[in-house]
């Protein structure tokens, strides 16, 4: 019945269709929290925006492409879901909220960012997965305060040195971009915590034992002829991960053509799409 009711939703005039999902919103909820998520939405409610002391808004899910200028006035929010939409780019209302610490912005259609995003001195957790980068904006690297960069299926072929700046960094997700080495940036960052390149071209892994705050190291589905060399206690997550020698180069490449040929014949299998979380 729910699915019936969405689908009739998404024939109706764009002002009529919100006043129907979010008519009962007339009042500042008591969590200060908003989600509209999933409600077939082409333009974010203006109401909403009168709700200043908003911390948290969830649009996640809709047919969103703009915002109203109006969302400046939320300059509590915290946390900012916009993926699963169309916004081909991020609009600059967005970077007048310098509170925000969570932003995600994941499978939608941006090809870059605007410079005006380093006004988010605040931003501790960034979602750019599933979009079209071909290379990670410069501007990612002023956000000083950043611990998360989710930026996997993309199409980002090296990162940015100046990447090694962001000293708050804990943890990176590159799996499924187009790598075909190992950024050497990231050898310069030793307070990374979790690195994933998983699903990547990246043919070579050089030593990673250097990196002494490294907890994880996830570098599965890679044509690799290596396994990442790590400190002690660190868990690596991919071919040759067990805590035993790596196998001579002969027999590694015998390895991976059994595996690659193995894989040619089955159908291939994408990982579930875990939900984002506020941390």
């Not at 925006?49 to 908003?54: G, K, P, Q, T």
């Not at 030793?190 to 070579?204: G, H, Q, T």
């Not at 044509?223 to 027999?251: F, L, M």
């Amino acid at each position: 019945m729910g699915n019936t009711i969405r689908a009739l939703v998404a024939f109706i005039p764009a002002d009529c269709c919100q006043n129907f999902v979010v008519g009962d919103l007339r009042e500042m909820p008591l969590d200060k929290m908003v989600d509209l998520s999933g409600n077939q939405l082409r333009r974010c409610p203006v109401h909403v925006c009168s709700f200043r002391e908003l911390v948290k808004l969830y649009l996640s899910d809709n047919h969103l492409s703009s915002l109203p200028l109006e969302l400046g006035q939320l300059q509590n929010l915290q946390i900012l879901a916009l993926d699963f939409n169309n916004f081909k780019a991020l609009p600059q209302v967005v970077c007048t909220l310098k509170q925000l610490c969570i932003l995600y912005l994941g499978n939608n259609k941006l090809c870059d960012l605007p410079n005006e995003l380093s006004l988010l001195q605040n931003l501790r957790t960034l979602w750019v997965e599933a979009n079209c980068l071909t290379q990670l904006p410069d501007v990612v690297c002023e956000l000083s305060l950043l611990k998360t960069l989710h930026a996997g299926s993309n199409a980002l072929r090296l990162l940015p040195g100046q990447l090694r700046r962001l000293q708050e960094l804990r943890t990176i997700w590159l799996s499924g971009n187009l790598l075909t080495d190992f950024p050497p940036v990231l050898l310069h960052m030793p307070f990374l915590e979790v690195i994933d390149v998983d699903r990547n071209s990246i043919r070579y892994f050089p030593s990673l034992a250097h990196l002494s705050s490294l907890k994880v190291v996830i570098y599965d589905h890679n044509p690799c002829r290596n396994a990442p060399k790590v400190a002690k206690g660190v868990r690596r997550v991919g071919r040759w991960a067990e805590e035993t020698p790596e196998p001579d180069p002969r027999k590694a490449r015998r390895y991976a053509l059994v595996k690659e040929e193995s894989q040619e014949t089955q159908t291939p299998t994408l990982p579930p799409l875990l939900p984002p979380s506020d941390s």
